[in-house]
């Protein structure tokens, strides 16, 4: 009892904490030019603009969200929401993000662990085909299967695989490979046949495998791990089906002069572009697209795959489709799940694994709105289809539809009238002879794009991440536009404007203090006496640096060095430090006793528009972000509830 009591004093007091919190993020923060603002948004933004291992002052960034949401009510005012190229681009990504949560994400999560696992091994299978049509009467279905069984009975008894697949099988590929599809993984063959085959043990045949072509009889004699995927370059010699010895044994020889040049040192890439067959490759040196095991033809593959070190080359191959020559020039190995995810989800939404996802949602949906058929109804269409409704050469008579719902859900629902209509449009597409079948898959048909149509127009209102999400791009959008239109824009475009704001600002841009000197060096022991002496005796010649050079750089012994140079602030700290004026001082330069004769001291004035252009852009689009927020302040209205600001500073400084 102790326990219980504990918990439910717990439960009491934690409840309205989690209340709180999920109702703090529906109140409104803000009303910025009449449109609300709330909470959570605030609270998603800043959280998001804090970069790792930082603090945001709350405040500062108030600042930054209020002018962020004055140029979003500014394009609001301007129209921008309305125009047809914002809302395509807004429809199309929300089409895009609806996506993720008009799905079960862990169905699909499942097919994808499923399908991963799968591409990382390869299996090699033989099948025997029994062809039959889709829809067929039950009488031609156990007609089907009970040939499969039998097939199937004499394989279990002993008899060769092949030779029982060449006898019996409607693939016409039998003829040329006795049944034996070679090696394939996941995704090469259709999903009935691959997971039938991946759930075989080697050597076990299978029962009857149904599929749109028929049923098939399955074994699998080899499992081996991926190979990968390998890029490589052929030269090919065809051989046409049917040709006769002649024409054999010239492709043959043709192809072995071929590989004796390779020998020799001839180039793959100029061979192929001059003797293959195979035009689409030649004119490429002979490459060919990445491939796996399976997406070519079993002896091509085979032959590649078994070439070990790029650059490499086999000897001519024999194929159904003549000779070949392969070079191997790149290869990789299975990727982990995470490098393959996005290939095998591209793949899952070509094929029926993503229908498997969405009828898993539907099921969801169904259950979660409480989707509800109403038998009668049912039960009269199916009374009244034969079979010229079906084929679309009959209408129902609209005075003889019950005036009720062929199903409901949530606050929606389909007439008998409006299901009828339907099933004028589109029962066509629906092939069978039962009527039952007939009305079962069209309501299914209607009711999943029923269903999926209402889940996407509540997605806002069901997904707090989801609504933030558009507004975010939303405004995001609106953004970008005006502040096109009133910053950007006129920063590239208003040559006129940069220019009027150079002459306003232009001290802002000086150049350098600078000085024309020249620098007297003595690199000797008593070089700081002797210098200035010296300087001091010739300082009046016009032979300066003459008369100086004579005096000390005697017998090519080089001590006295004169360097003249225009010098700018912040070229050199020893120049930096002396007193910039006219006439001659002495310090020490590079370690040595040195004079300086500074002749000119250049003052700093504007630099020319085209040396600072970078600059002033940056200045203008800054003057121009300015005035555009001082007329924002002037012209709409931003009200703050501090109540609910006190409250959300509160809720983030806990976190």
């Known amino acids: 009892m102790k326990f219980k009591s504990s918990y439910l004093i717990i439960s009491i007091f934690l409840f309205p904490v989690v209340c709180q919190a999920q109702d703090l993020n529906t109140r409104i923060l803000m009303i910025v030019d009449g449109n609300k603002v709330q909470a959570g948004e605030f609270i998603r933004m800043y959280k998001k603009s804090i970069e790792p291992g930082k603090t945001l002052d709350i405040d500062d960034y108030l600042k930054q969200f209020i002018v962020f949401k004055l140029k979003v009510a500014d394009a609001l005012h301007e129209g921008y929401d309305t125009t047809r190229s914002f809302k395509t681009e807004l429809n199309g990504y929300r089409n895009q993000l609806a996506q993720n949560y008009l799905t079960d994400t862990q169905t699909k999560e499942k097919l994808l662990q499923k399908a991963y696992q799968r591409s990382l091994t390869e299996i090699n299978v033989w099948h025997i085909l029994i062809a039959m049509p889709q829809e067929v009467s039950p009488e031609d279905t156990l007609k089907a299967w009970q040939k499969a069984i039998n097939i199937r009975e004499r394989i279990i008894k002993g008899e060769p695989f092949e030779s029982v697949a060449r006898g019996t099988s409607d693939d016409k590929s039998v003829k040329i490979n006795g049944g034996n599809l070679g090696y394939f993984s996941v995704f090469q063959m259709i999903m009935p046949f691959e997971d039938a085959a991946y759930a075989l043990k080697k050597g076990a045949v299978s029962m009857p495998v149904r599929t749109p072509y028929g049923y098939h009889i399955i074994t699998m004699t080899d499992k081996r791990p991926s190979k990968g995927r390998i890029k490589v370059a052929h030269i090919m010699k065809a051989v046409p089906p049917g040709a006769d010895d002649k024409e054999a044994k010239k492709a043959e020889d043709e192809i072995n002069s071929i590989y004796k040049m390779l020998q020799d040192g001839a180039s793959f890439a100029e061979l192929a572009k001059k003797y293959s067959d195979h035009k689409e490759s030649a004119s490429k040196g002979g490459e060919l697209n990445w491939f796996g095991t399976g997406e070519i033809i079993s002896d091509f593959s085979e032959a590649a795959f078994a070439i070990t070190d790029t650059g490499k080359y086999t000897k001519p191959v024999r194929t159904l489709y ?3 020559i392969i070079k191997l020039l790149d290869k990789k190995s299975p990727g982990t799940f995470e490098e393959s995810s996005s290939f095998l989800e591209s793949k899952i939404n070509q094929s029926y694994l993503n229908s498997v996802s969405k009828k898993s949602f539907i099921e969801k949906l169904k259950k979660e709105y409480n989707f509800k058929i109403n038998q009668d109804a049912y039960n009269w269409f199916v009374g009244h289809t034969d079979t010229l409704v079906i084929q679309g050469l009959k209408k129902y008579d609209p005075s003889s539809i019950p005036e009720e719902n062929m199903y409901s859900f949530a606050n929606q629902y389909i007439t008998n009238i409006e299901f009828a209509n339907y099933i004028e449009k589109r029962g066509s597409m629906v092939v069978t002879k039962d009527s039952s079948v007939f009305i079962k898959r069209l309501i299914e048909a209607r009711a999943s794009d029923h269903l999926i149509s209402y ?15 558009m507004g975010e791009f939303h405004d995001g959008m609106l953004l970008f536009e005006i502040s096109g239109k009133n910053v950007w824009n006129k920063v590239s475009n208003d040559s006129l404007g940069l220019h009027h704001y150079y002459d306003e600002h232009k001290n802002s841009w000086l150049s350098r203090r600078g000085i024309e ?10 070089g700081e006496k002797l210098l200035p002496l010296a300087f001091k005796k010739y300082s009046q010649k016009p032979d300066l640096d003459d008369l100086l050079f004579k005096k000390f750089n005697k017998n090519n012994d080089t ?5 003249k140079n225009t010098w700018f602030k912040g070229d050199n700290p020893e120049i930096d430090k002396i007193e ?7 310090f020490s330069f590079n370690g040595f006793p040195s004079i300086i004769l500074i002749k000119r001291v250049i003052e700093p004035s504007p630099m020319n528009y085209d040396k ?16 555009w927020i001082r007329q924002l302040n002037k012209k709409y209205s931003v009200k703050i509830d501090n109540m609910v600001l006190d409250e959300v500073k509160k809720n983030l400084k806990n976190e």
């Open 580 to 586: 910039w004026i006219r006439g001659s001082q002495t």
């Open 559 to 563: 001590v006295l060095f004169i360097k």
């Open 322 to 324: 003549g000779w070949h």
């Open 517 to 526: 000197a020249g620098i007297y060096t003595l690199k000797s022991s008593d």
């Open 455 to 469: 889940e996407n127009s509540v997605l806002e209102m069901k997904y707090p991440e989801f609504r933030y999400l």
């Open 612 to 627: 600072v252009q970078g600059e002033v852009m940056v200045g203008y689009q800054e003057f121009l972000e300015s005035e």
